[in-house]
């Protein structure tokens, strides 16, 4: 396995729709997929995009941590690595909330972004497998920020406000600002 350099924001690479991985490439991937878990382990990260490692592949990794759970959250939160290949969302009805994020393609910062409460997801696994479920909180969370990734958009352009964004070390000063109120779409 290899930690592979990771694209940041100004490339290209960042700002296109990524190419819909064919039946055939999927057994090609398998190598990718554990440099990519690698990778996102290594940086650290909650999740990574082929495109942030300069592949335009409808393909992301990510993983739930135990101590990233939400109240409503429905993942196992047991960290393992999930594949997803050509995944596709469907929001579900209950509006969007607000959480705080990151991106390994723009490091040292953070931002407070609105995102789908609920969706449905589905696509194939590692292994070609189609897979399919609901996702909930950060889980719901995750899928958006990486799914946008492969549409070449980044986390900034779902923020409706800006003043939210904020270098890791200056967070504090978010602590006593009343957050926007979570939305309905
Ligand atoms: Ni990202």
Redesign the pocket.
């Given at each position: 396995m290899a930690i592979l350099p990771i694209v940041q924001m100004g490339h290209p690479v960042l700002r296109i729709s990524a190419e819909s991985v064919a039946d055939s490439e999927i057994a090609g991937l398998a190598a990718l997929i554990a440099d990519m878990d690698e990778t996102m382990r290594d940086a650290p990260g909650v999740?990574l995009a082929a495109p942030?490692i300069g592949q335009s592949l409808r393909l992301l990794v990510y993983r739930v941590p135990a101590d990233r759970l939400s109240a409503d959250d429905d993942a196992p939160g047991d960290d393992q690595t999930r594949a997803l290949i050509n995944p596709v969302l469907e929001p579900l009805p209950g509006g969007l909330v607000y959480g705080w994020e990151g991106?390994?393609?723009m490091p040292g910062l953070r931002g407070l972004v609105p995102r789908h409460k609920a969706l449905r997801f589905s696509g194939l696994d590692a292994q070609g497998q189609p897979v399919s479920g609901i996702a909930r909180g950060f889980h719901a969370r995750v899928l958006q920020?990486e799914v946008d990734?492969l549409d070449g958009i980044l986390?900034i352009d779902r923020m409706p406000d800006l003043s939210w964004l904020s270098y890791n070390e200056q967070l504090e000063h978010f602590a006593d600002r009343p957050q926007p109120e979570d939305g309905v779409k």
């Amino acid at each position: 396995m290899a930690i592979l350099p990771i694209v940041q924001m100004g490339h290209p690479v960042l700002r296109i729709s990524a190419e819909s991985v064919a039946d055939s490439e999927i057994a090609g991937l398998a190598a990718l997929i554990a440099d990519m878990d690698e990778t996102m382990r290594d940086a650290p990260g909650v999740g990574l995009a082929a495109p942030q490692i300069g592949q335009s592949l409808r393909l992301l990794v990510y993983r739930v941590p135990a101590d990233r759970l939400s109240a409503d959250d429905d993942a196992p939160g047991d960290d393992q690595t999930r594949a997803l290949i050509n995944p596709v969302l469907e929001p579900l009805p209950g509006g969007l909330v607000y959480g705080w994020e990151g991106c390994l393609s723009m490091p040292g910062l953070r931002g407070l972004v609105p995102r789908h409460k609920a969706l449905r997801f589905s696509g194939l696994d590692a292994q070609g497998q189609p897979v399919s479920g609901i996702a909930r909180g950060f889980h719901a969370r995750v899928l958006q920020h990486e799914v946008d990734h492969l549409d070449g958009i980044l986390y900034i352009d779902r923020m409706p406000d800006l003043s939210w964004l904020s270098y890791n070390e200056q967070l504090e000063h978010f602590a006593d600002r009343p957050q926007p109120e979570d939305g309905v779409k």
